[in-house]
């Protein structure tokens, strides 16, 4: 097998394992609905849950830097750490414990941390365009996002837990695909050592923050707005579930058209540009009290959310390497902990609308970030 077919194979390897890993890790926040109904938890447990979520990709974002050197390789870490989705989601469907469900959310947050930081060496590696390849990358999981609500009303017609099950079996296929691919070592000079001269970089540190904030925004609504619609009355029933599928066609319509239509010019521009539309259409979203307006007002963020995350990566350019994401993703992730558990925590002392509000903060952060990273000059940016 010759180099190119390798990378071919890495490549497409990146892509199935994101879209299964979309499906597998968008699906917690309609599961995290589910339980709440079933076991009446209250709010502050619920996003508990989310939390420990993003605290196990966390943990497995720093493991994936460190591990490969333990283990002797990094196929062995990311075997390890992607099985989290088959045995996170099998927990959940044997038991209703909480400190269980808890251990369920962590590992399904380790493999949902592995996965991006894997699938980011194996696409950013593989690919001749990098901002085209993330974007594609990103597209295959907003694919899996956008189905997730259908795979879950299909296995809820088998029983409550069958939903459970049925994400376990996909977590399953997802680490075959990842068995089955070869896969290099990164992130060390030629000389054998590890580089860490990112970490004296400005670009590398705003990017972050920026990261930071888009995690804490997108989780925070990924998770938490299902429940926001059911509870407040905007959207009744199981409707609110679907709205998942509008946030991530939207999302999937976005990259696709930065991935093969208007690819973006100055990239630092358009991520300014995106972080305001989020800005806008999030304060609307917190606005609109009928189903129309939340739904059009959701799709909009979105869909200018949709290009934030893979292009502010593919910004990180020659500095990718496994040591370098297993710093910047899991630093950034610490939004993805933080901003759930404090909507849950305000929803509980005041009401879920204003947890939801305060999801404008990190919108705003997103934004300022974007700023300073347009800002830097050129030779700091590219």
Known sequence: MDEQQILARR???????????????????????LLQE??????????????????????????????????????????????????????MGFT????????????????????????????????PDRTRGMNLMHSCYAC?????????????????????????????ALWLAFALTPMGQGGKKAGGKIDWSFLRSRRFWLLTGLIFC??????????????YFKDSGIIAGMLS???????????????????FVFPFKNPRRAMVGMGAGC???????????????????????????????PTAVAAAGRMTSVTSIAILLPAASLGAIVMPWIIGMVAE??????????????CLGMLAFAVLVARLPEEEAV
Do not use: H
């Not at 579930?241 to 991935?259: D, N, P």
């Open 144 to 172: 899996g996002a956008l189905l997730c609500p259908f795979v879950i009303a299909a296995a809820g017609r088998a029983g409550a837990k069958a939903p459970l099950f049925l994400l376990a079996l996909l977590g399953a």
């Open 11 to 33: 490549r497409n390897a990146g892509f199935t394992a994101f879209f299964f890993s979309g499906i597998c890790a968008i699906s917690s926040g309609v599961v995290v609905s």
């Open 349 to 362: 002392a005041v009401s879920l609308t204003a947890g939801m509000a305060s999801n404008i903060v990190p």
């Open 214 to 227: 888009q995690n804490a925004t997108e989780t925070s609504v990924t998770g938490w707005m299902v429940t």
């Open 38 to 91: 079933q076991y009446g938890f209250a709010y502050g447990i619920t996003g508990t849950l989310l939390s420990l979520m993003n605290i196990g990709n966390l943990v497995a974002g720093f493991l994936s830097g460190i591990l490969p050197g333990m283990l002797g390789g990094m196929k062995r870490s990311v075997l390890l750490l992607s099985l989290g989705y088959l045995v996170g989601y099998s927990l």
């Open 241 to 259: 579930t679907y709205t998942v599928t509008v946030m991530w066609g939207a999302t999937l319509i976005g990259r696709l058209l930065i991935a």
């Open 279 to 309: 800005l806008v259409a999030y304060i609307g979203l917190m606005l609109a009290r009928s189903q129309t307006p939340a739904i059009v007002l959701l799709f909009l963020f979105a869909f200018a959310m949709a290009g934030m995350n």
């Open 96 to 127: 209703g414990a909480v400190a269980l469900l808890g251990l369920g959310f962590f590992l399904v947050g380790a493999a949902k941390g592995q996965v991006i930081n894997t699938c980011t060496i194996l696409v950013g590696d593989s690919s």
